[in-house]
């Protein structure tokens, strides 16, 4: 009689760990081929800044890395230029740790409301300078331009007002 409930035990135990590992092989594969899924860099996000403060319009995207990607890996984004002329290109290097990069241009000239505007991402290998994935994202703005005063509002890193506007009070 003891010997039948060990037995049964064992049997047991065994289909337990049977199950369980085939559960772990299953688990294992659906994430191997999720990864395997993934590319290296998303772009997150994406859009036109208005600082009306300072009468600068700039534009900007965020990347996500969402796979281990090789330390020193190049992210390069390349922002069509509103105002004609080359594009505007800003880099980063990938870093231990670091998920998400912000690419921000410097203040934009020409910039049209309701105009697609291409920027592309490029993911370069760190050694060879070989292309590992490229991304494009179209940023579009819906706020006219001209909300963005000709001058800045404010000057200085205490946001003193602009001497240049500044009315001169008239007297009667």
Not at 2 to 11: L, N, P, S, V
Not at 15 to 28: N, P, Q
Not at 54 to 80: H, K
Not at 131 to 160: F, Q, R
Request: charge should be neutral; hydrophobic fraction near 40%; glycine fraction near 6%.
């Amino acid at each position: 009689m003891e010997f039948e409930k060990t037995r049964a035990f064992r049997i047991a135990a065994a289909i337990t760990c049977l199950v369980l590992a085939a559960i772990f092989a299953a688990v294992t594969a659906y994430n191997h081929h999720e990864q395997a899924s993934k590319t290296h860099v998303a772009i997150s996000g994406g859009g036109f800044i208005y600082n009306y403060r300072i009468a600068e319009i700039r534009s900007g995207i965020t990347a996500f890395v969402q796979t281990p990607t090789p330390n020193g890996t190049r992210l390069i984004a390349s922002f069509e230029n509103p105002s004609g002329g080359d594009p505007i290109v800003v880099r980063h290097e990938i870093v231990p740790y670091a998920r998400s990069y912000s690419f921000e241009t410097p203040a934009l000239t020409g910039v049209e409301k309701d105009r697609p505007y291409k920027v592309t991402l490029t993911v370069m290998d760190k050694w060879s300078d070989t292309v590992i994935e490229t991304h494009e994202k179209m940023l579009v703005t819906n706020v006219a331009p001209s909300v963005v005063p000709d001058k800045p509002l404010t000057v200085g890193p205490g946001y003193h007002r602009n001497p240049e506007r500044l009315q001169p009070v008239h007297s009667n």
